[in-house]
Structures are given as structure tokens and as C-alpha cells.
Nanobody, 112 residues
Framework: EVRLVESGGGLVQPGESLTLSCAASGFIFSAANMIWVRQAPGKGLEWLLFVDPRGGSTTYLDSVKGRFTASRDNEKNTLYLRLADVRPEDTAMYYC?????RGPGTQVTVSS
């Protein structure tokens, strides 16, 4: 059974940084393409970054380019998302996704 569990969210102030984690199980993580997505209240799902099995990434969303960085540790079956210089508009539930399956998400709230 594919299982994804995100963690690391919280309340942060504008300009701060934090790192989200996604623990994966139930599939061969080291061979899997992964995606980070988010959903803000009342808005649709936004695709953020794509991460290939070797850790190469592509940023989909212009507003996070240069601020969000994705990485992975295949030995730990864990995907990461580093959020830097966060803004209030980054407030959302963040999910990792594989083949359309997402975890429960982790909430990031950016507020002063």
C-alpha cells in the first residue's frame, strides 16, 4: 500500500524558512518521480516542484522559483521541500504526491 506522510509545517513569519518532509512507503521510492503540491483555502491545487528519482527538480510555479527547493534522501525514503523567504500567500496545505496519490498534508501558515 502506497503511504505518504507529510510533516514539518507550522506557523512562520514572513521572510522565515522551514523544511517540510514526506515519508514514503509501500513502493520503490528510489525509482519514483515525486511532486510537491499545495492548496490554499478556497483555491485549487497548485503544482510546485517535480523531483526525479536522482533528485533533479523542476519548478512549476513561478512565484516559488528561487525560494522553494526540493530534494530527496532515497536511503531514508524521504522527500523534502525547503521553503525560504516565505510570504503570506504561501499559506496552504502542502502535499507530496506520487501518481496522483497524496498524503494527509501539512499546514503552513505565514503570518506576522
Amino acid at each position: 500500500e502506497v503511504r505518504l506522510v507529510e510533516s514539518g509545517g507550522g506557523l512562520v513569519q514572513p521572510g522565515e524558512s522551514l523544511t517540510l518532509s514526506c515519508a514514503a512507503s509501500g513502493f520503490i521510492f528510489s525509482a519514483a518521480n515525486m511532486i510537491w503540491v499545495r492548496q490554499a483555502p478556497g483555491k485549487g491545487l497548485e503544482w510546485l516542484l517535480f523531483v526525479d528519482p536522482r533528485g533533479g527538480s523542476t519548478t512549476y510555479l513561478d512565484s516559488v522559483k528561487g525560494r522553494f527547493t526540493a530534494s530527496r534522501d532515497n536511503e531514508k525514503n524521504t522527500l523534502y521541500l525547503r521553503l525560504a523567504d516565505v510570504r503570506p500567500e504561501d499559506t496552504a496545505m502542502y502535499y507530496c504526491q506520487r501518481n496522483g496519490i497524496r498524503g494527509p498534508g501539512t499546514q503552513v501558515t505565514v503570518s506576522s
